[in-house]
């Protein structure tokens, strides 16, 4: 959809930023603020009920976003779309490596990341497609076709029954966590727009960060709390999260920054950017498998910790690029970051969910959702913050509108500096994501390869 909003925005007659930007943000927000309630639900309910209800409002959302009159019913559709893929989001994890024998839990989500990774590496020039030769309201009517045949396909496979847990949903913990991650990720997605002073961000952070503070208190005093603290005793479980969201927090600035380093330093076409990012995709989707079926023999540790630091060097590498690196010199780099991600994420994930236990594979799929995105808007908070502060945004700026004269070397100059200290810090937060990595206890005992999971 985002390679769309340029149109849309056209469409809806307002400048490209200010309003348009929540039919992304609105997104993002409700998504953030439902999944672990998503998970808590999951196991209350069972993950059939909730990934059904997930389809069932997702391509509502779809349908209603594909008809939208006006830019402020656009953006409510979003948002109703937005808490469907939540309930996607946050028990896909579970529901697929319950299929599978704990023993083979990594390479259920080495197969996963395939499917991830195709569809980020399609998804951009499908949604090109679609806008250019039919409308961006078919940006969501397609996914209703898709929806209603995932909902047919699910009532057919998934055989797990209904079922109805003897505990209490936690209303005040729900909302307390709905307003601490809405209010954070709002704030983060508009830090740059607003500027990281002003007053109505502030807002937003404290709101945030006071509601998850006083969400702890809260949680101790229900019999059945919406996030079930006692995961965190687990130090797997503990180590894997932290892990995870540093994870995000550093290589995410390679899919927000490099696009701009393309567009605006190289001069290279929208096209062009689109199709150069392609290798990174491409890599995880070949190497995840591989590494998740690895992990299955041999454990998670030392893959997650080695493919974190394969990942932490590649960032130093990126960030080494400068106006006369060649397309080889990008690619090669790309590629090798890529390949450190895809073998530490499905070790990584598998370690997660195998260490919680099963009648909480709901919740630990939310917390594994939930730090994903958490981790991607704070990366894109981050590296943007540091890009601009450097003098990188402005420089790319004025680059790209063809400024002339003696002074494109010295823009080239802050450019690449503010380039390169951006990476080097991402990549510092990846080495704190080794050591988290590394400092994970004894894992769980796998379960006889003959045990199947009792999910389908």
């Known amino acids: 959809m985002n390679i769309s909003l340029p149109t849309i925005a056209q469409y809806f007659k307002v400048p490209l930023g200010g309003a348009i930007e929540w039919v992304i943000i609105a997104y993002l927000v409700a998504t953030a603020s439902a999944l672990l309630t998503a998970g808590r639900l999951a196991d209350m309910v069972g993950r059939k009920v909730v990934w059904i209800a997930g389809l069932i409002v997702f391509t509502g959302g779809s349908a209603l976003c594909g008809a939208s009159p006006w830019l402020v019913f656009l953006v ?8 469907g893929g939540a309930l996607l989001m946050a028990i896909s994890p579970a529901l697929i490596t319950s299929a599978f024998p704990a023993n083979e839990r990594g390479k ?16 951009p020039t499908l949604g090109g497609l679609i806008t250019a030769y039919f409308s961006w309201r078919w940006i969501f009517y397609v996914n209703v076709p898709i929806g209603i045949i995932g909902l047919i396909a699910t009532l057919r496979v998934l055989r797990e029954p209904m079922r109805r847990s003897q505990g209490h949903f936690d209303p005040w913990g729900a909302l307390l966590l709905a307003i601490g991650l809405a209010a954070i990720t709002a704030g ?15 807002s937003l952070l404290i709101i945030g960060i006071v509601s998850l503070i006083i969400l702890p208190f809260v949680e101790m005093r229900v019999a059945d709390p919406i996030i079930d603290l006692s995961l965190f ?79 932490c060097i590649g960032l130093v590498f990126i960030g080494q690029l400068n106006e006369k690196s060649s397309i080889w010199d990008i690619v090669w780099r790309l590629m090798f970051t890529s390949a450190g991600q895809a ?16 009648e909480r594979q709901g919740i630990a799929s939310g917390f594994l959702a939930t730090g994903r995105t958490m981790g991607q808007s704070l990366s894109v908070a981050l590296a943007g913050t540091i890009f601009a502060t450097l003098g990188g945004a402005e420089a790319g700026s004025l680059l790209i509108s063809g400024h002339t004269g003696q002074d494109i070397s010295q823009l080239q100059q802050i450019f690449v500096h503010s380039f390169q200290i951006t990476f080097t810090i991402s990549a510092a937060i990846a080495a704190i994501g080794i050591f988290a990595s590394l400092v994970r206890g004894k894992e769980q005992g796998k379960r006889p390869s003959s045990a199947k999971g009792q999910g389908n």
């Open 188 to 202: 983060l997605s508009f830090g740059q727009e607003l500027g990281w002073t002003s007053p109505l961000l502030m």
């Open 108 to 123: 259920a989500l080495g197969l996963n990341a395939i499917i991830v990774a195709l569809g980020v590496s399609v998804g």
């Open 76 to 83: 409510g559709a979003r948002a109703l779309q937005g808490i």
């Open 343 to 358: 073998i530490f994420q499905s070790p990584n994930n598998s370690a997660l969910l195998g260490s919680a236990p099963r």
């Open 233 to 311: 005793h687990n130090r797997v479980f503990l180590s894997a999260n932290l892990s995870l969201v540093l994870s995000f927090l550093a290589l995410f600035a390679v899919s927000f920054m490099l696009p701009f380093y393309f567009e605006e330093l190289h001069g290279f076409s929208t096209e062009q950017a689109g199709l150069l990012l392609t290798p990174f995709p491409i890599t995880l989707a070949i190497i995840a498998p591989l590494s998740g079926s690895l992990a299955d023999r041999i454990g998670t540790r030392w893959l997650a910790a080695g493919g974190l630091t394969i990942a």
